[in-house]
Nanobody, 121 residues
Framework: VQLQASGGGLVQAGDSLRLSCAAS????????VGWFRQAPGKERDFVAT????????YYADSVKGRFTISRDNTKNTVYLQMNSLKPEDTAVYYC???????????????WGQGTLVTVSS
C-alpha cells in the first residue's frame, strides 16, 4: 500500500481544513487507516483512526468533537475533516495503513509522506 496525504495549508484559528489520504494497492479497502501528527520538537501523536469498513472509529481526546475521519473505499481515500482549528493543531499530519484500527503508531505498517497544517492565532 502506498499512501499520499494532501490538503494541508496555512489557516487561521477557527477555520476548517480537510485532509485526504489517497492510497494505491489492492489491500487498501481491507486496511484500517489512521491519522497521526507531529509538531516541531515533539513526538508523533495519534489523531484518529477508522477500520476498513468504517465501523470502528477512535479519536484522540484533543480532537474529539472537532475532527471527523471518514473513508470512501471506492476512491481509495480516507479523509480527515478538521473544524474549529486551534494553533496547537499545528503539525505535520501523516496517514498510515494497518491491519486494524489502533491508536499506537507501531500498529501501522505503511505511512504517507505527511502534509503540513499551520494554524495561526
Amino acid at each position: 500500500v502506498q499512501l499520499q496525504a494532501s490538503g494541508g495549508g496555512l489557516v487561521q484559528a477557527g477555520d476548517s481544513l480537510r485532509l485526504s489520504c489517497a492510497a494505491s494497492g489492492r489491500t487498501f479497502s481491507s486496511a484500517a487507516v489512521g491519522w497521526f501528527r507531529q509538531a516541531p520538537g515533539k513526538e508523533r501523536d495519534f489523531v484518529a483512526t477508522i477500520s476498513w469498513r468504517g465501523g470502528i472509529i477512535y479519536y484522540a481526546d484533543s480532537v474529539k468533537g472537532r475532527f471527523t475521519i471518514s473513508r470512501d473505499n471506492t476512491k481509495n481515500t480516507v479523509y480527515l475533516q478538521m473544524n474549529s482549528l486551534k494553533p496547537e493543531d499545528t503539525a505535520v499530519y501523516y496517514c498510515a495503513a494497518g491491519a486494524s484500527a489502533q491508536t499506537a503508531a507501531a500498529s501501522y505498517s505503511y505511512w504517507g509522506q505527511g502534509t503540513l497544517v499551520t494554524v495561526s492565532s
